[in-house]
């Protein structure tokens, strides 16, 4: 991705007010319709309001404008002069936080919003360890509402140094602070008057600054089989056998030595077809068909690797498990995971521990996990799974957990 658009989620407690920033972020920007904000007053109007309800331009969904929450992963676009940003607006309910693991999972940084009146709760702590967990080490902390607290320094202080205490024990993140009010205006594009004290940087000026790096162009190629092709026979192509998937990372030309996980088959590219014609290098995030020099038994969730530094072969590991069903995890019981393109019937035989996200302390001995418990478990699988520690490649060390019924009940990151 270039570094001129930026992916970014938002998280925290219920009713801290993601949505309100996001709906201000999109008007301020020109990045909502005439009609949506018109709809947005006349809406506000009728409950009785004044003017914009600036939550109304992000809460879609019929249930979430009646309670006033947000139960889906709302994905919006806006763009300045500077930059193009991509948001996904994660639900702050305790029920959903399934929703944050899915929007984190491909972020590039997250901003996480702290109601003033209430300081670090837990759902903060837990949203800033997921997104940590799943890769970002970019961290906005919005400390919202500061209208509601007389626009105190003090305030905002206490609570940047609480939640600073919490996040440096994870490590390896850089963390921005400021100071905003999503309702009012305060340092959300604008200067604030009424917080003069503060001299660091608005909240648009943090995200159109902030230098993500995109990591999977540098990374081990990767390629997930998704489908084989086989079209029918032409002049052109008498007898054509292609691999289509979405390079996961690195990059791969015609003529590179790669190896087939998990067969181990050693082969050489001689093609890559896109819709646009042939390539002769592909790179992370593109979707291709690869030719292979070799006529080889390659199928979908097989993995096309670079020769040196392949993936790992395995058919046990361990894992960090975000557990998101009401349902208990029980060891032992039989799931399906899925891992890239790869589905395959697993067990989880062993919890090490399951994490406190309040001290970070870890609780053992453990034999179930409930909603939200996050923990170090071991899986082991009835097939292979060809993968790299999460820590390492995002793309090819997350997976997801799915009961007898085809609910998604956990997602995970693969330690080893």
Not at 3 to 27: C, P, W
Not at 176 to 183: F, K, R
Not at 370 to 381: A, C, F, L, P, S
Request: overall charge negative.
């Amino acid at each position: 991705m270039s570094s001129n658009v930026l992916r970014f989620t938002t998280a925290g407690n219920v009713d801290d007010g993601k949505s309100t920033l996001i709906g201000r972020l999109l008007v301020e920007t020109q990045g909502a319709f005439e009609d949506q904000i018109e709809g947005a007053k006349r809406e506000n109007e009728r409950r009785g309001g004044k003017g914009i309800d600036f939550s109304l331009l992000t809460d879609g969904l019929r249930a979430e404008r009646e309670q006033g929450i947000t139960i889906d992963v709302a994905y919006r676009y806006f763009a300045t002069p500077k930059r193009k940003f991509i948001i996904a607006d994660a639900p702050g309910h305790e029920q959903y936080t399934r929703n944050l693991v899915t929007s984190a999972s491909t972020s590039d940084l997250a901003v996480i919003l702290i109601d003033a009146r209430n300081g670090v709760v837990t759902q903060s702590r837990r949203h800033a360890f997921i997104a940590h967990l799943l890769g970002i080490r970019h961290f906005i902390v919005a400390i919202n509402k500061m209208d509601l607290v007389d626009y105190r320094r003090e305030r905002y202080e206490e609570i940047r140094n609480d939640f600073m205490n919490f996040i440096d024990r994870l490590g390896g993140a850089a963390i921005y602070c400021v100071p905003i009010s999503a309702l009012e205006g305060d340092l959300v594009t604008e200067r604030s008057a009424r917080m003069a004290w503060y001299t660091g940087p608005k909240l648009l000026e943090l995200l159109e600054s902030i230098e993500v790096d995109d990591q999977q162009h540098k990374l081990h190629f990767r390629f997930p089989v998704q489908l084989v092709s086989r079209p029918p026979a032409s002049a052109e192509f008498p007898d054509f056998r292609g691999y289509m998937g979405r390079v996961a990372s690195g990059s791969i030309r015609v003529g590179d030595h790669v190896v087939v996980l998990p067969s181990r088959a050693r082969t050489t590219i001689t093609g890559i077809v896109t819709q646009d014609g042939p390539l002769q290098e592909a790179f992370a995030r593109q979707a291709v068909t690869l030719t292979l020099a070799d006529d080889l038994d390659v199928g979908r969730g097989d993995m096309i690797s670079c020769e040196p530094q392949p993936p790992q072969v395995r058919t046990e590991f361990e894992a960090t498990l975000c557990w998101m069903s009401e349902r208990k995890l029980h060891l032992n019981h039989r799931y399906v995971l899925r891992h890239t393109t790869k589905t395959v019937r697993a067990i989880i035989n062993e919890i090490d521990y399951r994490l406190n996200v309040n001290t970070l302390e870890r609780e053992s001995p453990v034999t179930e996990f409930q909603t939200n418990d996050i923990g170090q478990v071991r899986i082991k699988t009835l097939q292979p799974v060809v993968c790299d520690p999460y820590s390492v490649n995002r793309q090819t060390g997350g997976f997801i957990i799915i009961d007898e019924n085809d609910d998604t009940v956990a997602a995970g990151t693969i330690t080893l």
